[in-house]
């Protein structure tokens, strides 16, 4: 069974921190490149972070340039978002997707499994 499982949200302070995982089971991790997306309350999903099948390139939206971080560890087969300097805006439920096709990494459309998503809420 093709599985995503997210963790790691919850609530963070203006400026603080929070590390997402995604465990994968199912497929053969390594041989895919994997994405973060959110969607905020009341907002369509949002593409935010992917990595490369090979870990060798990542790439991030405008607004988490800088901020956030993806990483992957293919032995544990789990994905990683490092989110650092959080701000308000990036309150949202978060997903992490494989992407199984080889398009634009922004279009949700190229990704055939989703996890269920974890909270993350950024409020003082």
């Known amino acids: 069974q093709v599985q995503l499982v997210e963790s790691g949200g919850g609530l963070a302070q203006p400026g603080g921190s929070l590390r997402l995982s995604c465990a994968a089971s199912?497929?053969?991790?390594?041989?895919?490149?994997i994405s973060w997306a959110r969607q905020a309350p009341g907002k369509g999903l949002q593409w935010v972070s992917g990595?490369?099948?090979?870990?060798?390139?990542?790439y991030y939206e405008d607004s988490v340039k800088g901020r956030f971080t993806i990483s992957r560890d293919d032995a544990k087969m789990t994905l990683y978002l490092q989110m650092n300097n959080l701000k308000p805006e990036d309150t949202a439920v978060y997903y992490c997707?494989?992407?199984?096709?080889?398009?634009?990494?922004?279009?949700?459309?190229?990704?055939?499994?989703w996890g269920q998503g974890t909270q993350v809420t950024v409020s003082s």
């Open positions: 997707a494989k992407r199984e096709y080889g398009g634009s990494w922004n279009d949700l459309r190229e990704y055939d499994v």
């Open positions: 199912g497929f053969i991790f390594s041989a895919y490149a």
């Open positions: 990595i490369l099948s090979d870990g060798s390139a990542t």
